[in-house]
């Protein structure tokens, strides 16, 4: 049972990138899903998050109006479309279940004690 990133690259600055988040071993549209990423020198914070139910979703402000989370069901996979890309959103992204995923929020990173492999995402001014 996991969930697997991919889909990242580089990119210059006002770029896009479509990110991706595949199941394995489990139906994820009955799950909350989270993305969240990792800068170089900066703790992991979340970025947004999908509901299962509903697919409400949570964006936290600094990518509000350029990220969009989304759910294909068919192929088990949540996305996270990012647009008008930014020097600062360079990280390494993950994605996680999320049974805290909610419109208020997203679990916080802590209550993981693993994570599974991200794709790194630069963004070049």
């Known amino acids: 049972v996991q969930l697997q990133a991919s889909g990242g690259g580089l990119v210059q600055a006002r770029g896009l990138l479509k990110l991706a988040c595949a199941a394995f071993g489990f139906t994820s549209k009955y799950y909350g899903v989270g993305w969240f990423r990792q800068a170089p020198g900066k703790e992991r914070e979340g970025v947004s998050c999908i509901t299962s139910g509903d697919d409400s979703t949570y964006y936290i402000n600094s990518v509000k109006g350029r990220f969009t989370i989304s759910r294909d069901n068919a192929k088990n996979t949540v996305y996270l479309h990012m647009n008008s890309l930014r020097p600062e959103d360079t990280a390494v992204y993950y994605c996680?279940?999320?049974?805290?995923?909610?419109?208020?929020?997203?679990?916080?990173?802590?209550?993981?004690?693993?994570w599974g492999q991200g794709t790194q995402v630069t963004v070049s001014s």
């Open positions: 996680a279940t999320d049974p805290e995923c909610s419109v208020q929020g997203i679990r916080s990173p802590h209550y993981y004690n693993a």
